[in-house]
């Protein structure tokens, strides 16, 4: 059983289109995260959230909206794309509480053409 | 201003010898300390993580060693293999569980 999905795996689309990357994990865990990663595998937090809670939002563009309707699931829409958002999109969850373990999913692939 | 610095970028080690990676940081708040690996294609997995209050930690052939004075720590890899070859990243947290990373270092164990 996969612990942390996301679907999907690649995602090509045009410049100016909006897209949704859905996060799912089955480990019970109270927080969930994206991280982007960049061409240069530069690991990035963009946004934390604790049981439907956003925590942390880190200086990222508006255009990019999380949504939590459980705290099993953490959906990552992102609007009018721009060709800096490609990139792979790491989510991730934890138990919570102070410094505890991170578990990813596989990513997934954006590419703005 | 990136919170944790990493070096080298890449590495390459000849199969049985020793992969040293390096980790600085600026933080003092900081009070865990993990490295995750990542293969071509798949997400960071936690390999070892050490606290501010132990000096080394080692599982099987991973250690960390953690110089808190210094603000430094550090990934050894004894009897370095190929299939350890993948892309290793240190991290720090702190409050809430908001992490730092590395920018990573690509190490290729030569056969």
Not at chain 1, 73 to 93: P, Q, R, T
Request: net charge positive.
């Amino acid at each position: 059983d996969t612990a942390v999905s996301q679907t999907p795996k690649y995602l090509v689309t045009q410049m100016g289109n909006d897209k949704s990357i859905k996060c799912e994990q089955n480990l019970g865990h109270d927080t969930m995260y994206w991280y982007k990663q960049d061409s240069k595998k530069f690991l990035k937090i963009m946004f934390s959230y604790n049981n439907k809670e956003l925590i942390i939002n880190e200086t990222v563009p508006n255009r990019f909206s999380p949504k939590s309707p459980d705290k099993a699931h953490l959906n990552l829409h992102i609007n009018s794309l721009e060709l800096g958002d490609s990139a792979v999109y790491f989510c991730a969850s934890s138990q919570g509480g102070r410094s505890d373990t991170q578990y990813f999913g596989p990513g997934t692939r954006l590419t703005v053409l | 201003q990136q919170q944790v610095k990493q070096s080298p970028q890449s590495l390459i080690v000849q199969k049985g010898g020793i992969s040293i990676i390096n980790c600085a940081y600026e933080n003092t708040a900081f009070d865990y300390f993990p490295w995750y690996q990542q293969f071509p294609g798949k997400g960071p997995a936690l390999l070892i993580a050490i606290r501010p209050d132990v000096s080394e930690k080692k599982e099987g052939r991973f250690t960390i060693s953690f110089n808190k004075s210094a603000k430094q720590f550090s990934l050894h890899i004894m009897d370095s293999q190929p299939g350890d070859s993948a892309t290793y990243f240190c991290a720090a947290s702190y409050n809430f569980n908001k992490f730092y990373f590395g920018s990573g270092t690509k190490l290729n164990v030569k056969p």
